[in-house]
Structures are given as C-alpha cells and as structure tokens.
C-alpha cells in the first residue's frame, strides 16, 4: 500500500471512529438527559470522558495483532482476493468505511439508533462481492445470531429489571435522589462499554492496512491514542437527533425506567464482550432496553411505530449498506483502473 493510501485510510479509520463516537453518543446519555438526572451538557462530558476512558481500556486488554484484526472483521478473503494488489486492498477499505460513516450520517440525520457494525459487515459484503472474494459469513452469521437474541435479551431483562424497582420504590427507603444517583453509575458503565466495544472497529482497520506497510511510520502507542480520542471527542459532540429519539419519542422515561434501561444494555454489552467474545450494538441494546422499561409500565407508554420505524432500520441496514459499498468501491476501481 503506498503511503498516500495508507494515510488516507488512517485518516478515514479516525474520521469513523469520531462519527461513531457522534452518532451513539445518545447510548449513554438520552435517558439521563430525558429524566433530567443530568444536564445535557454535564451528561455528554462524562459520556466523552468515559468513551475515552473505555476505549484506551479495551485497547490495552487485547494482542494487538494484524492476525487479531483480520479475525475480529472477517476480512480473511478480502485479504487473499487482493494478495498482489495492497493497493485494491486499501480502496476497498476506503469504500467500507466511507459506506460505514455515510451510513450513520444518514441514520443521525432521521434520528434513528442503528448499528456501525451492521453497517460495517454490510459494506464489507458488498465489497467482497465486487472484487470477488468470499463473503464472511461466518462474522456475519455471529452477528447475526448476536443480533437476533440480543434486542429480546435487552427488552425483557429492561421489563424485569422495572417491575423490581416498582416493587423495591414501595419502601420508601429508596428516595428518588438514590435512583439519579444510580442511574448516574449505569450511564457511565454503558458510556464505559460502548467505548471498549467500538473502538476495536477503527482500531483494527489501521493494524490491518499497517501490516501493508513495510516500516510503519505511526507507532501502535498513538494510534491507540487517536482513536480513543476521535470517539470521546465525536461523544462530546453529541448527536441530538438521536438523543431526543431515545429519550423522548420513543416513550416518556422514568428515572426509575432510564436506570432500568441503562443496566439493561450495559449488561446485554458485557454479556457480548467477555462471554460470546462477539460485537454487540450498542445502539440495538439501549433502543431494546427502552422499549422493555416502557413496556413495564404498560405497552400503551410505547410509542409502536417509532419502534417499528428503528426495526425496520436495523434490518435495511446491511443490505443497504452492502448496495452502497459496493457502487463506491466500483465506482473508485473504474475511475483508478479505467
């Protein structure tokens, strides 16, 4: 890969990770700022604060290896369909994640919570189509299992999770300050994960196009660093669209139900990370977990279509974004090639 190439896809990688750190920044703090338990402003430092935080954690606990990042994006035959051309290679990392932040420009702009890495594996099909090369299927298929059990996972865990606070609110013990102050832990933990879990996405498209490079020129020490600091620095940012989705279109929260929401995802994430070793959305998590704590309070505090309006996102996702990574890739080739 030459090193033009190599630097524009750094530069893409970080672009996506601070897109990525933008587009979910309302998973750890829409219900926060819905209940008012924190300022919107205070809510997104902490989240930003924490992102940062959990992805230089999260990128600390791995071997950070060319081997571990093939494996972790099922980029395997990408890699051998474009054995002889690193620069084919970097072209169609360039189309995945171009296709991956326009992806989640498109899902802000509509408010609607979707998956990166939906929207990743998606382009990665449709790119793996055009140069030829096999479909991970395999990766696919994991997030596809992953992805089925977890939105049900959320939203019944978030429904059981409320009708214990309900009972437990009966003590009169247990004063309001106590929930905000809960509920304040359990953003910062699914703040914390999301940024363990979505940093490796960046992460290891760099490693990858490194490893086409005879002397890297960028130690693995900043890297890790930019791409921590791109995703805390996208959650400060904060996409609002999203936030008001979360916490105020889909159904009016609670303290109680943003509490019961938050724990909801962040266990669903840990359960992802460090039991099933697979990417989790963090976006499918929390929306799920919403819908489960509104739902605890009667299925008439959902509002249905917007619920079917997110469903019908997460599954348009991968095959819209396999068609448009696809055209990009194709569209670049000819303009190279021809």
Known sequence: MTPVLFALVVVTALGMAYMNGFHDASNAVS????????????????????????????????MVTA?????????APLLEATGGAPDRLGAAMLAIML?????DLLTWWFGMPASTWHAFFGATLGASLVLGATAPWEELGALLVVSLVGPPLSASLAFVLMHALLRIGRDERLRRGHLRFAQTLSAGAVATGHGINDSRLPLAMIVIA??????????????MVGVAVAVGAGTLMGGH???RTLGRRLTDLSVAQGLSAEVSAASTMALSLFGLDSPISTSHALASSVVGAGAAKGLRTVRWPVALQIALVWLSTPLATAVLGAALLGTGLSLVEG
């Open 31 to 62: 219900t926060t700022i819905a209940t008012r338990t924190l300022r919107e402003s205070a809510a997104l430092m902490m989240a930003a604060v924490l992102n940062l935080l959990g992805a230089l954690l999260g990128m600390m606990l791995i």
């Open 67 to 75: 081997q571990w990042a093939i494996d972790l994006l099922g980029l």
């Open 99 to 103: 296709t991956t932040i326009l992806w």
């Open 210 to 223: 490194a490893a086409t490079v005879p002397a890297s020129p960028v130690p693995e020490a900043a890297i």
């Open 241 to 243: 669209r999203i936030i």
